[in-house]
């Protein structure tokens, strides 16, 4: 095999200092070629790639000279092909399974045909982020309790701290709940009368104090040093409340003072405290009772009864510690003991203070946030029955003569300022009913876990047995918004020499980090996996779009309208293949999450990537995402040093574009996007007509082909209990979904402000809604705890149900039976409303026909609405409780508004606390024992993972191009066949072939799980492989994953024909239209086809990604010359197709194509790089490696 050579380009290093260190980089101005400055900014990547890498094997110096050529180059008709060596991969776990899977297969192939396995290893850095295996299985479930994944509580009412459930969380432990990393025991909470019901007020902020006098300290025991001493806060009662709401001192005479420890230690004092200090901790560990005097210098309250505040000024109570727990000993009852009954509580409703028991407690202390201060002061009392009350410098005694306090929300900090150590309110359950939790996202991941186990196992096989691959536990987020935020470094150091980060990943929607400024896109996994093995990625040099941005986005549009906007725009010009990169003054007004979104839908408008070169929004993201102050530094200099640092408002810096179009954001409205495919824009304003116009077009990506008598039609249904109507247009699923939105602080925050305003005008959303919130990092539940408006989101039901892509790829979960009932036999046109990026049919849930892409607020408003054939500018979308008609416009936050939310709650600290732990912050995946050894121990018993037959009865001799001989049609198919509709996901069907195989293997379906929970398994996603019920056979003339038998005319299921045709030793090839394999990138859409013995695919056209993956895994994909089709040739389908390849073959070949009636076509094959040629020659990509690596 030819050898690398030095690098010609050597000569080009040079070195740069920065904070007094030494680096060297790859000077591309010393190539002194003027033409460097005028290449698109995203090509000076792929030029600096090429440069450094080059070594006249993989990248030789006319591959620079191409790139160098770009303006000349991108127009050449045959295309110019050059290499590409990102500098890192990046998979989630349902395209990352595989690729582990398919590295430990080739570990054995490598040893079996006499090679080292060791040399298998990913040799460009790798990082997996396990997102894609937790379902919505559960929302809105009360009563239990939230345990954490991003350091997150979904509460209803009561404050509580954003990081609720992590190790450092008091009130996690007193509340019950079972924070990660430890071993809870759940508590009895019986329930009484809800004093937390319709009254309730908003969530207040913890309120925190440090000691404000020495006079805390000499109280304690001389043993306890002073240092070990850590503040802690007091989260208050939701309701307003005049006593003294701060550390140290009851809120009301319900709330006994309570103690947080550091980590190991159990407090075992409580000091006697006056107004304004904090309790502390105490850090020795022993059994004593002490007394405990706590100071309520009055109250005043709307809600609960009212003692004479001489009764309980001054109470005291002993508190005993009994089996290292603490109990609040009640009068008449034995010490240590607590009341299982309400009679056993002796004491009266004003003088309990009924605590709980902490077992097992362990805290670690957290100091991640600046602390600010409170000063307390005495308040004027205003009005006992008023929400909130304003701070006044005056004091006035009650009439009790004690002095009395009352704080106001608007004086008190924000309560993220140290999160990890709160205190939450306790009642006694007799006496009060206490708040309920969102069990949801509990349940959700003791599910995916549950499912998942040996695919996570073999998963942490895999970052233990792969060198250079950093796995994600799950419960951390969605890969691209973890990159986003923590994985993207925007310029590499690798041994002190500089570089721009650039990867690609598994998923389409790797483009995201675009908006960061990184090059990156997405590949099949099976040519990431050879980029992993560091080969580089053959591509065609493309052409670049410059899309020019002006103007200023109006006060109640979002970033979602504009990129929907964007991709229909797009679309309408066809950028397939090509790059856009965004310039002009307008990029300016848009921040660095709002690019984001715009570059995560990249697939969405067709293109390979949606770039924003690096300027001064990125470096400030950076920083507020808590980047090194160091490495920021590097970033900046770097990039200037290269000319890739851009100015937007410098038109100088305008590179030459391909074309040029252009967008004004002041012409961008309120926005969404379906029924079935994500470039359909509709504006907020038209839905309601082009709703009711899709029902009566004729079936397609616009019409339901519904008769006009059955338009109106309404389906009465019971849903636990209550009787509610369905009717076409009816909204089902509302999900806060996907990283394409929940990335975006702006729209998550003006979700909440909507929601807010919302409940605040009583409007409500209808129980049989499935409503969910799955943000995609926990510092969106920081952010929007931080800000106060987690309570409004929960009450209207958009709790969190768990941190990773859900709704958006299908795991959506089941509706109720009865809706499903009341949709399956009306043939109702019901519908999702989501914050995603794709909604093809079939793809959200199999019982949702019409899916609707929205922001985040639009999610909310059409979930309160109810229904999507509204006009929000005529009807209310509600009623106030007092009767009062509610507009859309009546609680819609301004932009301006939102703006200050973010820029006051957003903070870096909130990055730093959750990826701080990124790796080790799932306990359950802790406690995960997996195999040890280079060779995975297969088990043949398993249905998660088995080794695939992709390298049975492989040689080490290079074999011959084989002549397709008489293959028969598997699927004649139509325009824009998706891999969703090729590749198994979502559910699996009960009646479908993978559900008979995993029967026979003993599972219930319960136990059946997703497809993409399976993909390590070849048996199962072979029988999945165009399972998708939306799928248009023309053989069969309806929706659906069945086709013809042709020699029998039986129809069957696609898996069960593949398998006749097998038994048979007929080959198999599909037909079909314009765009064939369109959105995200899977693998198993070319593997499945594969296992079902598919040859070639011959369509009118391809979306480059998945033809890529067919070259990958050997299949011939073939093409329609120009101007003709299946029907203009007068294919039938029903004939056999013979092809025969030269042994010469050349890329961009035409070949002759024989029908089994005598008559012949040509058509194209698209090998579009010899690299790709030479993938096809070895049988795919891996057996290439395979071969490669042995010699």
Known sequence: MAREAPNPYAHLLSNIKIRDEDFKYYNLLGLNDSRYEQLPFSIRVLL???????????????????????????????????????????????????????????????????????????????????????????????????????????????????????SGCVSAALSGRRPSGRSYSRLHRPRGPNTHGSRLRPASPVVQSQPSSPSVYSSLPPNIPQQSLQQVYLMPHTVPVSGAVMVGVQQQWHYPPIVSAPSHQLPSLVTQMTIGEPLVNIPNYQQQTVQCTTVVPGYSTPVYPSPHPSQISRTQHPVSYYLGSPYIQHQGSRPGSRPTTPDQCQLPDSECHYSVDMEDVSFR????????????????????????????????????????????????????????????????????RQSEWSSALQKNQELEFERNFERFVFLKWGAQALKNMLIVPPGSGIVHQVNLEYLARVVFSEDKLLFPDSLVGTDSHTTMINGLGVVGWGVGGIEAEAVMLGQAVSMVLPKVIGYRITGDLSPLATSTDVVLTITKHLRQIGVVGKFVEFFG???????????????????????????????????????????????????????????????????????????????????????????????????????????????????????????????????????????YTLKHGAVVIAAITSCTNTSNPSVMLGAGLLAKKAVEAGLTVAPYIKTSLSPGSGVVTHYLQHSGVTPYLSKLGFDIVGYGCMTCIGNSGPLPESIVEAIEKNDLVCCGVLSGNRNFEGRIHPNTRANYLASPLLVIAYALAGRVDIDFETEPI?????????????????????????????????????????????????????????????????????????????????????????????????????????????????????????????????????????RGNDAVMARGTFANIRLLNKFIGKAGSRTIHLPSGEQMDVFDAAERYREEGRPVVILAGKEYGSGSSRDWAAKGPFLLGVRAVIAESYERIHRSNLVGMGIIPMQFLEGQTAESLGITGRETFSISLPDDLKTGMVVSVQLGDGRSFEALVRFDTEVELTYFRHGGILNYMIRKMIE
Request: contains cysteine.
């Open 585 to 723: 003054p307008g990029v300016q007004q848009l921040s660095l999450a709002d690019r984001a979104t715009i570059s995560n839908m990249c697939p969405e408008y067709g293109a390979t990537i949606g770039f924003f070169p690096v300027d001064d929004v990125t470096i400030g993201y950076l920083r507020q995402s808590n980047r090194d102050e160091g490495k920021i530094e590097q970033i900046e200099e770097y990039l200037k040093a290269v000319k890739m640092f851009r100015n937007f408002m410098d038109s100088s810096q305008d590179p030459v574009f391909s074309e040029v179009v252009s967008l004004d954001l002041g012409e961008v409205v309120p926005s969404l996007s379906g029924p079935k495919r994500p470039h359909d824009r509709v504006s907020v304003s038209s839905m309601k007509d082009d709703f009711h116009q899709c029902l009566g077009n004729k079936v397609g990506f616009k019409g339901f082909g519904l008769p006009a008598d059955q338009h109106d039609k309404t389906i009465p249904f019971v849903y636990e209990g209550q009787e």
């Open 48 to 166: 600096e790639s090429a440069v450094r890498n080059c070594d006249n094997f993989q990248v030789k110096e006319q591959d620079v000279n191409n790139i160098l050529d770009w303006a000349k180059q991108q127009s050449d008709v045959k295309g110019v092909e050059v290499p590409f060596k990102p500098a890192r991969v990046i998979l989630q776990d349902f395209t990352g399974v595989p690729a582990v899977v398919d590295f430990a297969a080739m570990r054995d192939a490598v040893k079996e045909l006499g090679g080292d396995p060791q040399h298998i290893n990913p040799i460009c850095p790798a990082d997996l982020v396990i997102d894609h295996s937790v379902q919505v299985e559960f929302s809105r479930t009360r009563g239990g309790h939230d345990p954490g994944g991003g350091g997150t509580l979904t509460g209803q009412s009561c404050g509580r701290c954003a990081n609720y459930g992590q």
């Open 878 to 1014: 509600g009623k106030s409780d007092t009767g009062k008609l509610v507009y859309l416009r009546d609680i819609w936050p301004q932009r301006a508004d939102i703006q200050v939310v973010e820029q006051e709650h957003v903070i870096p600290a909130m990055f730093k606390e959750v990826y701080s732990r990124i790796t080790t912050g799932n306990d359950r995946w802790n406690k995960l024992e997996a195999p040890e050894g280079m060779l995975y121990p297969w088990d043949s018993k398993s249905t998660y993972i088995k080794r695939p037959p992709f390298f049975e009865g492989m040689t080490k001799e290079l074999p011959s191009i084989k002549t397709i001989k008489d293959a028969q049609v598997l699927l004649y198919l139509g325009d824009s066949v998706t891999t969703d509709h090729i590749s198994p996901a979502g559910s699996i069907a009960r009646d479908s072939p993978a559900a008979r195989y995993l029967a026979a293997n003993g599972l219930t379906r319960r136990d059946f799980n997703s497809y993409g929970s399976r």
């Open 365 to 432: 202390p957290r100091g991640s946030y600046a602390s600010r201060p409170l000063a307390l002061r005495k308040q004027e009392v205003v009005d006992d029955s008023a929400a909130t009350v304003s701070d006044v410098s005056s004091t006035r005694s009650d009439t009790s003569g004690t002095p009395s306090l009352r704080l106001s929300v608007s004086s008190l900090p924000s309560p993220l300022d140290v999160p990890g150590i709160p205190i939450q309110d306790l009642v006694c359950p007799f006496h009060e």
